[in-house]
């Protein structure tokens, strides 16, 4: 396991490698500041923020390092303001843990958010799968509106016609359906 520990106080950082103790394969970077760049550089399977109070700007920066690389975050943070473990957990992390960092937790407290952030990935991923299924499928639906208005088809015979067009070409049927739909709207004068 890579483990990326971002404090400004080393004692604490050692209770998370502390904490790990026993894991195997196991390496523990630490950082006094998050830096997306060195994240990026050493790609851990987690990362675990520690700090006396979180800031809003490392929040931020967890916001935009895991949108652009998805992985699961733990926040330790001795006190918080109102508002902040919703704005981090908004932000991508896993776990936010106030006044409970000891290394008898940091294990548990770590498996849990990486199993958590496993299964809020796949729910994600899901999501978007399904988002763009029903895309492709609307787009299906306009492009047989299309065959059977311009030429006549039932709907049956449009979907076979957009079916025929996507194994001729060896491309998925929405795709085939969206350029049918391009084309359609640059000839009426609504394209580029």
Known sequence: MRVLVVDPDPARAAL???GLAGVEPLEVRHAL???EAEAATFAPDVIVVASDSPDRDTIESLREATAANPRPVVMFVDRSEPGLAEQAVLAGVSAYVVDGLSAARVRSVLEVAMSRFQL???LRQDLEKAKADLASRKTVERAKALLMKERGLEEEAAYRVLRKLSMDTG???GAVAADLVAFAGVLKGNGP
């Open 16 to 18: 998370v490698a502390e």
């Open 33 to 35: 500041l998050f830096n």
């Open 120 to 122: 809020m990935n796949g």
């Open 171 to 173: 491309r998925p049927i």
